[in-house]
């Protein structure tokens, strides 16, 4: 128990973020307040800038500080090509691992009824107008290969081929039951260079 209860309350804060402990909180808020103060209070500016700013593509639902991303807005970018990924942790995965240069659709988790995920959650209302603009021929269903990721993709499947855009299926490669923002950066580029249909 600590004699400070704003120290307490910054050691429960820091127990917010994925992996870190009683512990690990404790650690990082006595370096902080021994060594990198200055750094804390940059640290703290930055991220409550950061929560206050950073929203959601109205195009992608990627993380962006303005209405449409980067990514979205670049007239460099494919319009015809369309990855859809469960989360933007995916979506830098494969930015840096492989040479794709269409464009991208974020669903911020997968179809998992369970979690009361479904189609609304994940703005697939939002998905199956963009493929009603008639631009994308091809949606690269880039989900991750657990049970929920594999349900998704089939339900992805289904409305790009309602929508007569051929749906393709990152290859095999990535382990399953593994999460993309954990596989190596080949294996990664081997699986998604190698996509194939869906039939």
Same mark, same amino acid.
């Given at each position: 128990? !600590?004699?400070?209860?704003?120290?307490?309350?910054?050691?429960?804060?820091?127990?917010?973020?994925? /992996?870190? +402990?009683?512990k690990?909180? =404790?650690?990082?808020?006595?370096?902080?307040?021994?060594r990198?103060?200055?750094?804390?209070?940059?640290?703290? !500016?930055?991220?409550?800038? $950061?929560m206050?700013?950073?929203?959601?593509?109205?195009r992608?639902?990627?993380f962006?500080?303005?209405?449409?991303?980067?990514?979205?807005?670049?007239?460099?970018?494919?319009?015809?090509?369309?990855?859809?990924?469960? !989360?933007?942790?995916?979506? $830098?995965?494969?930015?840096?691992?492989? /040479?794709?240069? +269409?464009?991208?659709?974020?669903?911020? @988790?997968?179809?998992?009824?369970?979690?009361?995920? @479904?189609?609304?959650e994940?703005?697939?209302?939002?998905?199956?107008?963009?493929?009603?603009? /008639?631009?994308?021929?091809?949606?690269?269903? $880039?989900?991750?290969?657990?049970?929920?990721g594999?349900?998704?993709?089939?339900?992805?499947? =289904?409305?790009?081929?309602? $929508? @007569?855009?051929?749906?393709?299926?990152?290859?095999?490669?990535?382990?399953? /039951?593994?999460?993309?923002?954990?596989?190596?950066?080949?294996?990664?580029?081997?699986?998604?260079? !190698?996509?194939?249909?869906?039939?």
């Amino acid at each position: 128990m !600590s004699s400070s209860p704003l120290l307490t309350e910054l050691i429960e804060a820091l127990r917010c973020l994925p /992996g870190v +402990g009683g512990k690990s909180a =404790q650690r990082m808020a006595f370096h902080l307040l021994e060594r990198e103060r200055e750094r804390g209070l940059k640290l703290a !500016s930055v991220l409550q800038q $950061a929560m206050q700013k950073i929203g959601h593509c109205t195009r992608c639902r990627n993380f962006s500080e303005t209405t449409v991303c980067a990514i979205c807005a670049s007239s460099s970018r494919d319009r015809h090509v369309l990855c859809v990924v469960e !989360s933007p942790t995916d979506l $830098a995965a494969i930015e840096q691992a492989t /040479g794709y240069r +269409g464009q991208y659709f974020v669903l911020m @988790g997968r179809l998992s009824p369970l979690d009361g995920l @479904g189609p609304e959650e994940l703005g697939l209302g939002l998905l199956t107008e963009r493929l009603a603009e /008639g631009e994308v021929e091809e949606l690269i269903l $880039a989900t991750n290969p657990t049970v929920e990721g594999e349900a998704t993709a089939h339900y992805l499947a =289904q409305l790009a081929r309602a $929508a @007569g855009i051929r749906p393709t299926r990152l290859a095999h490669g990535v382990p399953l /039951g593994g999460e993309l923002e954990y596989v190596d950066r080949g294996t990664l580029a081997h699986a998604f260079g !190698s996509r194939q249909s869906i039939d």
